[in-house]
Structures are given as structure tokens and as C-alpha cells.
């Protein structure tokens, strides 16, 4: 997992500086691109698109997002509640983080019960309700699926535990030590220390990725695949529109339990850094990923399977598409776009041409932020542009061919609220990492709706984390009002994205390939349409660009902005010698 952290220093003094000092309505126009790269989307000839292929798919982390009876914590009511605004927004599909029944170490990604709804939460009613109510504002639930291990409650790993004779005692991973004390090998769990938890009562050790409290399943023992798949049909046949994939690379272990080599120095936990072959996406993984395809393409509709993939390069994120033959995930996370944390545009030039040409012509699927990360706001921004600067991310979001996801809350710049005691922090991480690894709570405060009590999320005395101080201005309702807001920045990017033929199919092109200040592209209209070019400013200093399509085919006689965040680009009619403000965003209609 790639957890950035940082903190928030300044943001909302330069949020509102830079809020007020724009002309509102400059917004009002269009986007822009240059460099061709031209890969043909895998897609059968006249058949019918999916629709997760030009959806927007928003994460909701139900503890934060709408709190509907009062005890301080999100739940599902509180989610159908706000389906107008997500529609408003542009939402086509929900990815759930889990709502599993949990005993909450890792708020859900520790299950205990695969099949219903954490009391917390709501009941199975509930979610039904949600799901049909969803559907009538066209909007799909996308549940996350954590298949790599289980809450320690959870009755296969009590029954696991109980003996070394129990028949699911092989359901997870148990060994002997090396000796007295002295765990199986030297593998570290990703939230710090020996990924090796010894139990007294059977005298061995069993592995845990993740928190102690979160054994990891034997993915070699087909009886796990098979309780797993049943619970991803128990969803499917509740109409959920795919799944998530958790920590999916990391479902397989060496089966010898090779000691990893130590890396370069320690990591926050004290730790020495670990080489992770024998621990992270291992080749066999690929099979399960084939046969969980089979079982959810049986479906109809279009189901997809997204995976949380963090992978070292665009070779490893090709293998999760199944490469040529396109038979195992449909949108694994491309991790190296929206986790480059800096804007160098030289990197993000060479990393979304990895997507659009070292695929397959897979569909590209970009995030730049979720649970687990600083947000995007906090790991792209200056403390000085950092408003500017969210709208660039948010235009390279929306403007390039890839399938789009992102968190609640990213679209009015809510910002990583990172407690200053060690006391106050709820993520286990962070009491274990305190004070280097101070946790995820940062980047999980409620959703910041409206200016009353807690921001609107709950009538509660107390929420489970605090609500951001920002809230009074950065929120829904305000920003709602503001024609220059970061929200209806969103709005507008979500819009064209959908309507405009170039941004929704045209092949992209980067143009200006060797400039290391400004990404520019182009996205090809198809014949006798219109083309957009996107340009974005990644400096705090003007740039002056001067776009040549000719390479890509594309003639630009009609100039025309349609969407900047510079009155002065807002009559650019020319592709020459076009300047850019520091942080600027263009995007513009060519033919
Ligand atoms: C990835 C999830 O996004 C994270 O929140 C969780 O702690 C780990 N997987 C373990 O499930």
C-alpha cells in the first residue's frame, strides 16, 4: 500500500484567497490535449460499450459520509438520503467500502460474516432499499470485497484456531517457528512488526498481512475459493454491480516461506524495509482472478471487477487485465497516475501513455484519492495554489480516456485532517506508527455538507472523528452557490466528460511531449466532430505553449474554450502562444 501522508498547513486561508480572487463564471468553457498515442480500446466491433466504461465511480466510506440516526457514525440510510446530490454531481456507480459485519479494527476491512450488514450500518433492508433507490437516480453499488484474509471473529477462524485437527484448520495460513518464540521467517505485516501472530492453544503461528486481528485466508486450500465466490454470488444476486478487489495482489504467499531481503533502511514502524516477492503478487493469483471473471461475467449486466492494485509498473498492472486475452480483472487501479505526488508533468505524460498503450487496449482506470491516502488536495498542493492546482488533478481526471473514480469529499477540496494527539487517533496504525505513521483518520473526517451542526453529517454530540475545521466554507452548500467553487469545477468537468464525443471516446494524443513544465493532449473528435485539446500549467510560474496537431490529423481552424480557470485563456482562439498562469487549466474545442 502506497499511504502518503501529509499535512494541510495553510489550505484553507489560500482556499478562500484564491476562491474570492477568481472571476466567477470564467469557468464556463472548455478543455485541451497534445501527443498521440492511439490505442484501440478492446471492444468487439458493434457491440455495446459497458457502462462502467465511462463511468464515474465515487468511494463512499459509509462511517463518514451521511449519519441518519444520530450516534456520530455514517450509515446506509444516511447514503440513500443524499443519492440526489451524488446524480447531481454525475455519479454513475457507489463503490461501498465495506459494511460487513466487523468488529472494526480496520473499520470493515476486518469481516466477520461475508453475508450481511453491520448492525452499525443498517440491516439487509437497508442496503436492498439503498441499491433500488440507487437505480431510480442510475446509479450502481459496487461492494468491496476482501478476500485476502478475515476478521480473527470471524467463525472460520475461531474453528480454524480451535485445533490443529479442525477441518478448517487449512483455511489459513499456520506454521510451526523456527523456535521457542521465534516466528516462521522474517515477513512483516504491512501495519508494522512480524506479520507472525503466535496462539498458544495449538502452539503455531498464523500470518497476517495486515492488523493481527486480520488473518490471511489459504488461497491454496480450494475450499476458501469456494466459500468466497459463494459470497460474492449472495451479492450479485442482490444486484450489486461488481466488486472492489482488497489488497488483491497480496492473496498468495511463498509456499516455502523464504525470509524476504532486506531493502534500504527502516520504515515508520521501526522495521527494516522488505523486499516483498514472496508476499505480493505472486503469478498464482492470476488464476483466481480468471476464474472469479468466469463467475462474475455469468451475470448479466455488465458487472465489473475493479482491484486495488498497487503494482511496480504498467507490465505487472497489464497481467491483472489478463494482457491480450482480457479475461481477468475489467479496471484494476492504476496506481501510478494518481499516486505520482508530484506534478512533474514529464511523469504523468510517460505514465498515461503506459495506460493507453501497454494495455491491450484495456480500459484505463485513474484515482487519485481513496481511504488510505493523504488526500489529493494535501499531496499535489503548494499551500500556496493549492486550489488551482486541485483543478488541474481534477481536469487530468476527467479528461483523459480513462475510467474515473474518486472519494467523497474530493470534489469541494476537503483536506487531510491529521490529529494532533496521539490520543485522538482511531486508525490502529497510527498508534502503533505515532509519531511517524500518524494514521488514515486525516483523510476520513465527515463529509462536509452545509454550515450547521457537524457539517450537516450527524446530529450527534460527538461524530467518530471530528469534523474538519474548514467546514464553514469548504462545503456542499457553499460552494454549491459559488459559480468558481472547486465543486461545480467538478460539475462541469463531469458534464462535458459525458457529453462531449472527443472526451468520451477520441483516442488521445499527447502533444508538446518534450515540455517539462506543461501536459498538453489532444482528444481526437471522431470524423466531422470537434477535437479537444487539454493544456495544463504544472508550475507556479506563466508558461507559453504553442500546440502543433498536425501530427495527429487534426486541423484547428475553430478555436474555442471550454473550460479554464484564467479569464484570459477564456477568448484564446488560436493553438499559438498560448499562456498559461501558474497552475492553469485549459481545455478547448478544436476543428
Ligand atoms: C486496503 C484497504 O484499502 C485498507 O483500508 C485496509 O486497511 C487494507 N487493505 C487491509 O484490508
Same mark, same amino acid.
Given at each position: 500500500?502506497?499511504?502518503?501522508?501529509?499535512?494541510?498547513?495553510?489550505?484553507?486561508?489560500?482556499?478562500?484567497?484564491?476562491?474570492?480572487?477568481?472571476?466567477?463564471?470564467?469557468?464556463?468553457?472548455?478543455?485541451?490535449?497534445?501527443?498521440?498515442?492511439?490505442?484501440?480500446?478492446?471492444?468487439?466491433?458493434?457491440?455495446?460499450?459497458?457502462?462502467?466504461?465511462?463511468?464515474?465511480?465515487?468511494?463512499? #466510506?459509509?462511517?463518514?459520509?451521511?449519519?441518519?440516526?444520530?450516534?456520530?457514525?455514517?450509515?446506509?440510510?444516511?447514503?440513500?438520503?443524499?443519492?440526489?446530490?451524488?446524480?447531481?454531481?454525475?455519479?454513475?456507480?457507489?463503490?461501498?467500502?465495506?459494511?460487513?459485519?466487523?468488529?472494526?479494527?480496520?473499520?470493515?476491512?476486518?469481516?466477520?460474516?461475508?453475508?450481511?450488514?453491520?448492525?452499525?450500518?443498517?440491516?439487509?433492508?437497508?442496503?436492498?432499499?439503498?441499491?433500488?433507490?440507487?437505480?431510480?437516480? $442510475?446509479?450502481?453499488?459496487?461492494?468491496?470485497?476482501?478476500?485476502?484474509?478475515?476478521?480473527?471473529?470471524?467463525?472460520?477462524?475461531?474453528?480454524?484456531?480451535?485445533?490443529?485437527?479442525?477441518?478448517?484448520?487449512?483455511?489459513?495460513?499456520?506454521?510451526?517457528?523456527?523456535?521457542?518464540?521465534?516466528?516462521?521467517?522474517?515477513?512483516?505485516?504491512?501495519?508494522?512488526?512480524?506479520?507472525?501472530?503466535?496462539?498458544?492453544?495449538? $502452539?503455531?503461528?498464523? #500470518?497476517?498481512?495486515?492488523?493481527?486481528?486480520?488473518?490471511?485466508?489459504?488461497?491454496? $486450500?480450494?475450499?476458501?475459493?469456494?466459500?468466497?465466490?459463494?459470497?460474492?454470488?449472495?451479492?450479485?444476486?442482490?444486484?450489486?454491480?461488481?466488486?472492489?478487489?482488497?489488497?488483491?495482489?497480496?492473496?498468495?504467499?511463498?509456499?516455502?516461506?523464504?525470509?524476504?531481503?532486506?531493502?534500504?533502511?527502516?520504515?515508520?514502524?521501526?522495521?527494516?524495509?522488505?523486499?516483498?516477492?514472496?508476499?505480493?503478487?505472486?503469478?498464482?493469483?492470476?488464476?483466481?482472478?480468471?476464474?472469479?471473471?468466469?463467475?462474475?461475467?455469468?451475470?448479466?449486466?455488465?458487472?465489473?471487477?475493479?482491484?486495488?492494485?498497487?503494482?511496480?509498473?504498467?507490465?505487472?498492472?497489464?497481467?491483472?487485465?489478463?494482457?491480450?486475452?482480457?479475461?481477468?480483472?475489467?479496471?484494476?487501479?492504476?496506481?501510478?497516475?494518481?499516486?505520482?505526488?508530484?506534478?512533474?508533468?514529464?511523469?504523468?505524460?510517460?505514465?498515461?501513455?503506459?495506460?493507453?498503450?501497454?494495455?491491450?487496449?484495456?480500459?484505463?482506470?485513474?484515482?487519485?484519492?481513496?481511504?488510505?491516502?493523504?488526500?489529493?488536495?494535501?499531496?499535489?498542493?503548494?499551500?500556496?495554489?493549492?486550489?488551482?492546482?486541485?483543478?488541474?488533478?481534477?481536469?487530468?481526471?476527467?479528461?483523459?480516456?480513462?475510467?474515473?473514480?474518486?472519494?467523497?469529499?474530493?470534489?469541494?477540496?476537503?483536506?487531510?485532517?491529521?490529529?494532533?494527539?496521539?490520543?485522538?487517533?482511531?486508525?490502529?496504525?497510527?498508534?502503533?506508527?505515532?509519531?511517524?505513521?500518524?494514521?488514515?483518520?486525516?483523510?476520513?473526517?465527515?463529509?462536509?455538507?452545509?454550515?450547521?451542526?457537524?457539517?450537516?453529517?450527524?446530529?450527534?454530540?460527538?461524530?467518530?472523528?471530528?469534523?474538519?475545521?474548514?467546514?464553514?466554507?469548504?462545503?456542499?452548500?457553499?460552494?454549491?452557490?459559488?459559480?468558481?467553487?472547486?465543486?461545480?469545477?467538478?460539475?462541469?468537468?463531469?458534464?462535458?466528460?459525458? =457529453?462531449?464525443?472527443?472526451?468520451?471516446?477520441?483516442?488521445?494524443?499527447?502533444?508538446?511531449?518534450?515540455?517539462?513544465?506543461?501536459?498538453?493532449?489532444?482528444?481526437?473528435?471522431?470524423?466531422?466532430?470537434?477535437?479537444?485539446?487539454?493544456?495544463?500549467?504544472?508550475?507556479?510560474?506563466?508558461?507559453?505553449?504553442?500546440?502543433?496537431?498536425?501530427?495527429?490529423?487534426? =486541423?484547428?481552424?475553430?478555436?474555442?474554450?471550454?473550460?479554464?480557470?484564467?479569464?484570459?485563456?477564456?477568448?484564446?482562439?488560436?493553438?499559438?502562444?498560448?499562456?498559461?498562469?501558474?497552475?492553469?487549466?485549459?481545455?478547448?474545442?478544436?476543428?
Amino acid at each position: 500500500m502506497n499511504l502518503m501522508r501529509s499535512t494541510r498547513t495553510f489550505a484553507l486561508l489560500v482556499f478562500m484567497l484564491l476562491v474570492t480572487s477568481l472571476n466567477p463564471g470564467v469557468w464556463a468553457q472548455a478543455p485541451l490535449f497534445t501527443s498521440a498515442i492511439a490505442s484501440a480500446p478492446h471492444q468487439a466491433p458493434g457491440a455495446a460499450e459497458p457502462w462502467w466504461k465511462h463511468a464515474l465511480i465515487y468511494e463512499i #466510506y459509509p462511517r463518514s459520509f451521511q449519519d441518519s440516526n444520530g450516534d456520530g457514525v455514517g450509515d446506509l440510510k444516511g447514503i440513500t438520503q443524499r443519492l440526489d446530490y451524488l446524480q447531481t454531481l454525475g455519479v454513475d456507480a457507489i463503490w461501498l467500502s465495506p459494511i460487513y459485519p466487523s468488529p472494526q479494527v480496520d473499520f470493515g476491512y476486518d469481516i466477520s460474516d461475508y453475508e450481511n450488514v453491520d448492525p452499525q450500518y443498517g440491516t439487509l433492508a437497508d442496503f436492498d432499499e439503498l441499491v433500488a433507490e440507487a437505480k431510480k437516480h $442510475n446509479i450502481r453499488i459496487i461492494m468491496d470485497m476482501v478476500m485476502n484474509h478475515t476478521s480473527d471473529k470471524h467463525p472460520w477462524f475461531i474453528e480454524s484456531k480451535s485445533s490443529r485437527t479442525n477441518p478448517k484448520r487449512d483455511w489459513y495460513v499456520w506454521r510451526d517457528g523456527k523456535g521457542p518464540g521465534i516466528p516462521p521467517n522474517n515477513w512483516q505485516s504491512e501495519f508494522g512488526h512480524s506479520a507472525w501472530q503466535f496462539d498458544p492453544t495449538t $502452539n503455531q503461528w498464523y #500470518y497476517h498481512k495486515f492488523y493481527i486481528q486480520q488473518p490471511d485466508l489459504n488461497w491454496r $486450500n480450494p475450499a476458501v475459493e469456494k466459500a468466497m465466490f459463494d459470497a460474492v454470488r449472495f451479492w450479485l444476486d442482490r444486484g450489486v454491480a461488481g466488486f472492489r478487489l482488497d489488497a488483491i495482489p497480496t492473496l498468495f504467499e511463498d509456499p516455502q516461506l523464504r525470509d524476504a531481503k532486506e531493502t534500504s533502511g527502516t520504515n515508520a514502524y521501526g522495521d527494516p524495509n522488505l523486499d516483498n516477492t514472496y508476499t505480493d503478487n505472486l503469478p498464482e493469483v492470476h488464476d483466481v482472478m480468471r476464474r472469479l471473471r468466469t463467475v462474475v461475467a455469468s451475470y448479466p449486466g455488465d458487472r465489473v471487477l475493479i482491484g486495488e492494485t498497487y503494482l511496480p509498473n504498467i507490465q505487472e498492472l497489464d497481467k491483472w487485465y489478463g494482457g491480450a486475452s482480457h479475461n481477468e480483472l475489467n479496471l484494476p487501479m492504476d496506481m501510478q497516475i494518481g499516486f505520482t505526488n508530484k506534478l512533474d508533468a514529464g511523469l504523468f505524460r510517460e505514465r498515461i501513455e503506459d495506460v493507453e498503450t501497454k494495455v491491450h487496449g484495456n480500459q484505463p482506470l485513474v484515482v487519485f484519492d481513496n481511504h488510505d491516502n493523504a488526500r489529493s488536495w494535501n499531496r499535489y498542493g503548494d499551500g500556496v495554489h493549492d486550489a488551482a492546482i486541485a483543478r488541474v488533478v481534477a481536469t487530468m481526471l476527467f479528461t483523459t480516456r480513462a475510467t474515473a473514480m474518486m472519494y467523497y469529499g474530493e470534489e469541494i477540496g476537503m483536506v487531510t485532517t491529521t490529529p494532533s494527539r496521539k490520543e485522538d487517533v482511531k486508525d490502529p496504525i497510527g498508534i502503533i506508527g505515532w509519531p511517524k505513521e500518524k494514521g488514515r483518520d486525516g483523510e476520513r473526517t465527515p463529509m462536509q455538507w452545509d454550515t450547521s451542526l457537524n457539517a450537516g453529517f450527524s446530529t450527534a454530540a460527538t461524530t467518530w472523528l471530528p469534523v474538519a475545521p474548514d467546514y464553514k466554507t469548504v462545503n456542499v452548500e457553499v460552494e454549491g452557490r459559488e459559480p468558481s467553487s472547486l465543486l461545480n469545477w467538478y460539475k462541469k468537468l463531469i458534464e462535458l466528460r459525458r =457529453t462531449d464525443p472527443a472526451l468520451r471516446d477520441g483516442a488521445l494524443t499527447m502533444l508538446d511531449s518534450t515540455n517539462p513544465n506543461v501536459l498538453s493532449y489532444l482528444r481526437k473528435g471522431p470524423a466531422g466532430a470537434a477535437s479537444v485539446v487539454v493544456s495544463l500549467n504544472f508550475t507556479a510560474q506563466p508558461q507559453t505553449v504553442s500546440l502543433d496537431l498536425a501530427a495527429a490529423g487534426v =486541423t484547428a481552424n475553430n478555436v474555442k474554450t471550454l473550460m479554464t480557470d484564467d479569464s484570459s485563456l477564456q477568448s484564446a482562439t488560436s493553438l499559438t502562444h498560448i499562456v498559461l498562469p501558474p497552475f492553469a487549466s485549459w481545455v478547448a474545442s478544436v476543428q
